[in-house]
């Protein structure tokens, strides 16, 4: 393998990684301060390559889709926290797994009497849509980079969001201690709103500007789904600084291991997990 | 003087910056009660996890029959003959009390993963579970939900299901907290009675019960023992008549 | 008391009444009953996880998946093979992965014990899914059924329907009779202790990690039986049977029944299979049969939010009490 080959395979698996993060983060947001386990998560991801879709092929720009399509996805998740998973809070998990279960039965079924069974391209914006030589043969898409850092802006901007605000410190008092959060007059229940949709939004924005790479098809939210089920075991429930370590890991595994050992790549992730089950079972950066 | 049936040696318990129990040791002897006293937050109850292994120690060891036990999971250090109850009614609220004590009782006995026989089979574990509910003094409650019995008798129960198990060592958290006057006396009663071949911890606030049992009295404060010896010693000791009791009470008991 | 033994007589009813089936019905009817009972096999070794060893597994269709590809691999083509041997092969082999995943999940709880079960039904998955293994995606063909031989004789043709569906009659009443036994000794109500509370049961001394392993894997090899027979039924496998809809079906029924009550995981089978058929029969809902899964998935939001005991949960609070008590005696 030489040096530019090397380079794309690596910037391929940090690329993954990062968009990972973007649906993980919600997830493992989600799981920390709420307590509650979300299976449909991936199926926001799916509602938002989607909508990148059908807005963009309807405006003829995903730029112009994404922006449209971000508060539509803000608005579900509040919806939904409101109407569905506010009941949950208290309950056992097993009743959050079977409602969130029928969630996923329910967005399947939707999306396929709205937009079809069919599997659509995005088109790559025009901006955009050029590549970086890298040898002779060799080059390296600029939407690729594109999305790499606009990953890492969000979250830049989600660290800052958590550690340096006066809603960040909320959220972690929250996560900490829900009945203190109570009785010192915050309105916890809008933050459980706010964080939920947040956290929809990061997904289906996922969705929305992985769409062009991966385009759009029926399920695409469960492969998504349980790929964010194992980074959040490997970087332990409910930490952010987590999400982002094992997402990186596991999208480099992923990238490294579908060109070095094509056979079994799609296991190791799972031996990744079992081995921090092994090692670790609170997860790399977890409270014990 | 016998050795003692456990020795703790410099037992150190932090959570973070907090050193909730700090460099302990203490002697527990068969044929004794051993009394600790301390005002709330002074890491009795930490240490009580650490005997019995509900939490690991940070330093320090926990010398049990001649073995190092610091460390070990709570259901070993149980099957070795450390048994205990919590500060705060720890019990099995669905099951009926009978059940309850079955279940301690089962857990010592060798069939105990036996897998066909119906579990109410065995007449040795049935009689050590009513035993114990006797001895606790629960027997005309054994067909009663645990969550249906009033705070005093889950506090019993509590009790029961720890001697079902049959230690040769008792920890008791604040057994007598939230029982009435009748219900504290029979569990004096009951304690004194297993002194003699039981080695006991125990912990209370109940200044009447305290002395009625002690052979030993230590004190703590703040996760440090401030005083150990007889209860004499220590109720004469200056450093705990001023730091802790405000002299008067113990003095004038 | 009269009453009671009544109750206890009505599963020997029911068992009979089932039993005679066949002569009054054939093939189609008969067929989507030995589904039922299939599945209820695969919904009571959940339960046995979920409603007794308060462990709520997501990825229980592996186990389930596990032995209908290990039946497959075992069959030499186009030939028969034996039940004598290949079923309990077959469990074996799901009996020793659940083993083995066990250590590794019951590392962990709650939320965590979740996602991981379901992970490594998605590894089960993907390893049938991307490698040839077990005929990729397309899965594998189940040519003949197993033959059920004594020396020379054949005790009943597996090839004849109604011969499968007793079959599997008497497999559903023997698991349910062993898990009652099981549930009755000092191992459940170990379980039991365990679920309602797993700290105070290690504080008197039960190993807990190995009680629940044991559970596990037990559970796991009851999948596999289950899992088994459909394979035998349907004459095939694919990567679908160890798809994560699998197991949220199966979980579906445990809850739909009733939890920890054993017999509701026949009831919640029985209902859940038959509202499938409903729900998706085209002659009566026509195009809107094509986007069942819909109804489906409203219903399971409903029962979630709605019915948390279930259907045995609603017949207690109408006053009948059931036949068996979970919690206490
Ligand atoms: N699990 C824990 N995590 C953090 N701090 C703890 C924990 N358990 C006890 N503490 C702290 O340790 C100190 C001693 O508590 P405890 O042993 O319960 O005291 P006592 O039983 O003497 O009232 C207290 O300050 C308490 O807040
Ligand atoms: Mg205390």
Request: proline fraction near 3%; charged fraction near 15%.
């Given at each position: ?66 922006l449209l399509a971000i508060p539509l996805t803000v608005i579900l998740g509040m919806a939904l926290e409101r109407l569905l998973f506010r009941h949950l809070y208290q309950r056992d998990h ?195 | ?253 | ?65 596990l032995a209908g590809y290990a039946l497959a691999l075992m069959a030499p083509k186009y030939e028969t093979v034996s ?247």
């Amino acid at each position: 393998m030489d040096f530019a080959f090397f380079l794309i395979q690596l910037l391929n698996g940090l690329q993954y990684g990062l968009l990972l993060f973007l649906v993980a983060s919600g997830l493992t947001l989600i799981f920390g301060i709420m307590g509650i386990i979300n299976l449909a998560h991936g199926s926001f991801y799916m509602v938002g390559a989607y909508l990148a879709w059908s807005l963009s092929s309807m405006t003829g720009s995903l730029t112009a889709a994404i922006l449209l399509a971000i508060p539509l996805t803000v608005i579900l998740g509040m919806a939904l926290e409101r109407l569905l998973f506010r009941h949950l809070y208290q309950r056992d998990h097993l009743y959050q797994v079977l409602l969130t279960y029928g969630l996923i039965l329910v967005f399947e079924e939707l999306r396929s009497l709205i937009w079809g069974d069919d599997v659509h391209g995005v088109a790559v914006p025009a901006l955009l849509n050029a590549s970086i030589p890298l040898t002779d043969n060799l080059s390296y898409p600029v939407y690729r980079l594109a999305i790499s850092g606009v990953c890492l802006l969000l979250a830049a901007g989600l660290y800052f969001l958590i550690q340096k605000t006066r809603l960040g410190m909320m959220i972690r008092a929250g996560a900490s201690n829900r009945d203190m959060v109570q009785s010192l007059g915050i309105d916890i229940k809008l933050i459980y709103t706010l964080v939920f949709a947040l956290g929809i939004a990061l997904a289906a924005f996922a969705g929305m500007i992985n769409a062009p790479l991966s385009s759009v098809f029926p399920n695409m939210g469960g492969q998504v789904l349980i790929i964010c089920f194992v980074v959040v075991v490997i970087g332990g429930i409910g930490s952010v600084k987590g999400a982002m370590a094992a997402s990186l890991i596991i999208g480099l595994a992923e990238t490294f291991g579908q060109v070095l050992v094509p056979e079994v790549a799609g296991m190791i992730v799972y031996v990744l997990m079992a081995i921090v089950l092994v090692w670790r079972p609170e997860g790399l950066f977890g409270r014990a | 003087m016998n050795e003692p049936i456990l020795r703790t040696k410099a037992l150190t318990k932090r959570f973070g910056g907090l050193v909730a129990v700090s460099e302990v040791s203490l002697d527990l002897f068969v044929g004794e009660v051993h009394v600790v006293i301390g005002p709330n937050g002074a890491g009795k109850s930490t240490l009580t996890n650490l005997l019995s292994g509900d939490l690991p120690p940070t330093s320090g060891e926990v010398i049990f029959e001649g073995r190092n036990i610091a460390g070990c999971t709570s259901d070993h250090i149980s099957r070795l003959g450390i048994g205990r109850s919590y500060q705060k009614t720890n019990i099995f609220l669905p099951f009926t009390v009978f059940e309850n004590c079955r279940l301690a009782a089962q857990s010592r006995t060798p069939h105990a993963l036996s897998v066909f026989r119906p579990a109410e089979g065995y007449a040795e574990i049935n009689r050590l579970a009513e035993e114990a509910m006797a001895a606790a003094g629960l027997t005309h409650r054994a067909g009663r939900i645990a969550a249906t019995l009033s705070h005093g008798e889950q506090r019993q129960l509590e009790i029961a299901m720890c001697l079902a198990t049959q230690p040769r060592l008792l920890l008791l958290d604040e057994p007598l907290a939230g029982m009435g006057p009748h219900e504290s006396q029979r569990m004096v009663e009951l304690i004194k009675g297993l002194t003699a071949d039981h080695a006991i911890m125990l912990i209370e606030h109940d200044m009447d019960a305290v002395f009625a049992l002690a052979h030993r009295l230590t004190v703590m404060v703040n996760g440090e023992v401030l005083e150990s010896g007889t209860p004499e010693e220590v109720r004469s000791s200056p450093a705990v008549q001023l730091a802790y009791l405000g002299g008067e009470e113990l003095l004038h008991e | 008391m009269k009453n009671s033994r009544l109750i206890g007589f009505l599963p020997w009813l029911v068992v009979g009444l089932l039993a005679l089936f066949p002569l009054v019905e054939s093939t189609f009817y008969m067929q989507l009953l030995t589904k039922v009972l299939i599945m209820a096999i695969f919904a009571m070794s959940l339960d046995l996880l979920v409603g007794y060893t308060g462990l709520v597994s997501f990825g229980h269709a592996a186990y389930f998946g596990l032995a209908g590809y290990a039946l497959a691999l075992m069959a030499p083509k186009y030939e028969t093979v034996s039940l004598w041997w290949s079923l309990p092969a077959s469990i074996g082999v799901c009996a020793l992965f659940a083993l083995i995943t066990g250590t590794l999940v019951l590392r962990t709880r709650g939320i965590y014990f979740i996602m991981v079960t379901l992970a490594f039904s998605q590894m089960l998955f993907f390893i049938f899914h991307d490698t040839k293994l077990g005929g990729g995606s397309d899965g594998i063909y189940i040519y003949a059924k197993p033959t059920m031989k004594l020396g020379e004789m054949e005790l009943g043709s597996l090839e004849k329907l109604e011969n499968f569906y007793w079959l599997v009659l008497l497999l559903t009443a023997g698991s349910y009779l062993l898990l009652r036994r099981i549930l009755g000794s000092s191992f459940g109500r170990a379980l039991l202790g365990i679920k309602v509370n797993e700290h105070r049961m290690r504080a008197l001394g039960f190993p807990v990690f190995k009680y629940q392993l044991a559970s596990f894997t037990l559970s796991g090899a009851l999948a596999g039986l289950a899992g088994y027979m459909a394979a035998v039924q349907y004459g095939f496998v694919n990567p679908e049977i160890l798809s994560w809809h699998q197991s949220g079906a199966v979980l579906m029924m445990v809850i739909l029944g009733g939890m920890g009550t054993l017999y509701g995981s026949v009831i919640g089978a029985f209902a859940f299979v038959l509202l499938q058929e409903v729900l998706s029969n085209q002659a009566w809902f026509g195009i809107a049969a094509k986007h069942w899964q819909l109804a489906m998935g409203i219903f399971i939001m409903l029962v979630a939010l709605y019915m948390p005991q279930g259907l045995a949960g609603l017949a207690q609070k109408f006053g009948r009490k059931p036949a068996e008590e979970t919690s206490d005696e």
